[in-house]
C-alpha cells in the first residue's frame, strides 16, 4: 500500500520534532500500528467494511498552514445557530485557533501538548487513548501515532454552557488525497451542561480520508448532549470514532445521522463506570448511490444500577450498502443493569444490503436486557391505504419513511440543528410540507 511507505517515513519526521509525554504515546501507538496493520475482512470487526481498499490510493497529510483555507470559506459551511454557538474547526485534521471562537465563559480550550504539559497533566495521562481499549484496530493505532494539532476542552466543573459547542472537521482535497486526523480530548466535569455537535466536510474533487478520534469523559452530575452529522461528498472517506466514558452518576445522549459520504465507519463506545449512569444512543442512516455506512457500537456496564437505551434505524437505495454491531457487556459487578438495544432497516432497491449483528454479553445475574433487528420493505399495505386516498406513490413512500426516521429526528434537542437534519431528510425524500 503506497501511503503505508509514506506514514512510515513521516513518523520518523514527527519523532525527531516532538518530544513530552505525548511522544511516548505516539511510538508505543506506533508500534502497535505496525504490528496490526490497516484492517482487512479477516478482522470480524471490519468483515463488511474494507477500508484497506481505500489505502491502496496515496494518501497525504496536509502541509499547509491554513492560508489556503480562509475565515469566507469556513462561512459557507457552517451550520445554523453558528453566531451563538462555540466554535472548533480543525482543518486538515489540526486545530485552527484562527478559525475557531469561543463564546463561553465556562469553556478551556488547549492544545493537547500544553494541556499534557500543565495542570492536567494527570487527566491527560489517564484518559488519552482510552479507545485503544476498545479498537484494537490499526486505524485506531494511527490516529495515536500521528498525533499533531490535537486539542484539549475542558467544561469546568458547574458550569451550564448556554452556547452549544460546533466542532467542524473540514479537508481540503483541493490539491490531492488528503488524509486527516482530528483529536480530541474532552473533560465534562461535575454538575456541568453542555452540547455538542461535531460535522464532516471535504472541498475540493481529489478523495479524503478522515481518522477521526474524540474520547470524553463524564463527571458526576453531569449532562452530555453528543450529536454527529454526516454529509459529506462522494469522494469522502472516513473512520469516526467517540470514545464517551461516564466516570460519576450522569447523563448522555448522543444522537448520529449519516446521510452522505464514500465509506463512512462510525465507532461509538460508552463506558457506564459509575453506579447509576444513563446513556442513550440513537442513529439514523439514509444512504444511496454506493456509499457504505458501518455503525459498531459498544455499551460497557461496569457499575451496577446504570440504564442504557439504544435505537438505531437505516433507509438503503440503490446500490448503497449498511453494516451496523452493536454490543452491550455487562460486567460481573454490574447488578441491576437495564440495556435495551434495536437495529430496524428498510431497503428501498434489490440491490441495496445491510448487515446487522446485535450482540449481548452479560456476566451478571440480576439484569434486564434485550436485543433485536428488522430488515425488510416498505409496508405495501400503508402504500395501498395512502395511494387509495388519492396521494401518489412517490409522495406515499416519502412519507412513510419520513414517519419511519421522525423518531430519531426528534431526539435531537438543539433545535437549529433538529430544522437542519430534517430539512435534508425532507429534500432527500423530496418531502413538500405543503
Not at 508500534?31 to 497525504?60: D, H
Not at 430488515?375 to 419511519?404: P, V
Request: aromatic share 8%; with cysteine; charged share 20%.
Amino acid at each position: 500500500m503506497a501511503t503505508i511507505d509514506y506514514l512510515e517515513k513521516e513518523f520518523e519526521k514527527l519523532q525527531a520534532t516532538t518530544g513530552g509525554q505525548l511522544s511516548a504515546f505516539r511510538q508505543d501507538a506506533f508500534t502497535a500500528f505496525s504490528r496490526l496493520g490497516i484492517p482487512s475482512s479477516r478482522n470480524e470487526e471490519w468483515k463488511y467494511t474494507r477500508v484497506g481498499l481505500v489505502f491502496n490510493k496515496t494518501f497525504q497529510f496536509s502541509e499547509d498552514d491554513g492560508s489556503r483555507f480562509t475565515a469566507a470559506d469556513l462561512t459557507k459551511l457552517k451550520l445554523p445557530g453558528s453566531d451563538e454557538a462555540n466554535e472548533i474547526v480543525f482543518l486538515n485534521g489540526r486545530f485552527s485557533s484562527t478559525l475557531s471562537t469561543l463564546r463561553s465563559q465556562g469553556l478551556t480550550l488547549l492544545p493537547l501538548e500544553e494541556a499534557a504539559q500543565g495542570a492536567h497533566s494527570e487527566f491527560v495521562a489517564t484518559h488519552f487513548a482510552n479507545s485503544s481499549k476498545y479498537l484494537k484496530d490499526g486505524i485506531n493505532a494511527m490516529s495515536t501515532a500521528f498525533l499533531s494539532g490535537a486539542i484539549f476542552l475542558d467544561v469546568k466543573k458547574g458550569a451550564t454552557i448556554d452556547h452549544p459547542v460546533y466542532i467542524y472537521n473540514i479537508s481540503d482535497a483541493r490539491e490531492f488525497n488528503v488524509l486527516s486526523q482530528p483529536r480530541s480530548l474532552i473533560k465534562v466535569g461535575e454538575n456541568a451542561q453542555v452540547q455538542l455537535v461535531e460535522t464532516f466536510v471535504t472541498i475540493g474533487s481529489q478523495e479524503s480520508f478522515t481518522n477521526q478520534v474524540m474520547e470524553m469523559v463524564v463527571e458526576r452530575d453531569a449532562i452530555t448532549e453528543y450529536y454527529k452529522i454526516q454529509n459529506d461528498v462522494p469522494n469522502a472517506n472516513q473512520v469516526s470514532t467517540t470514545h464517551i466514558r461516564q466516570t460519576g452518576k450522569s447523563y448522555t445522549h448522543a444522537v448520529t445521522i449519516s446521510l452522505d459520504g464514500g465509506m463512512v465507519r462510525n465507532n461509538l463506545n460508552l463506558v457506564l463506570d459509575a453506579p447509576n449512569c444513563e446513556a442513550h444512543m440513537y442513529g439514523l442512516y439514509f444512504q444511496k448511490g454506493k456509499t457504505h455506512i458501518d455503525n459498531h457500537t459498544v455499551v460497557d456496564n461496569v457499575q451496577p444500577n446504570c440504564l442504557s437505551n439504544e435505537l438505531y434505524k437505516g433507509i438503503l437505495t440503490d446500490s448503497a450498502t449498511g453494516v451496523f454491531n452493536g454490543k452491550i457487556f455487562v460486567r460481573p459487578l454490574a447488578q441491576k443493569t437495564n440495556a435495551y438495544q434495536s437495529n430496524k432497516n428498510v431497503l428501498l432497491s434489490d440491490t441495496a444490503s445491510v448487515n446487522t449483528k446485535p450482540q449481548l454479553e452479560i456476566y451478571a445475574d440480576d439484569v434486564k436486557c434485550s436485543h433485536g433487528c428488522t430488515i425488510g420493505q416498505l409496508d405495501e399495505e400503508a402504500l395501498f391505504y395512502l395511494q387509495s386516498r388519492g396521494i401518489n406513490e412517490k409522495r406515499a413512500k416519502s412519507m412513510l419513511l419520513h414517519g419511519f426516521s421522525s423518531d430519531i429526528l426528534e431526539k435531537i434537542k438543539l433545535t437549529p440543528i433538529r430544522a437542519y437534519v430534517e430539512g435534508l431528510i425532507d429534500q432527500r425524500l423530496e418531502f413538500d410540507k405543503e
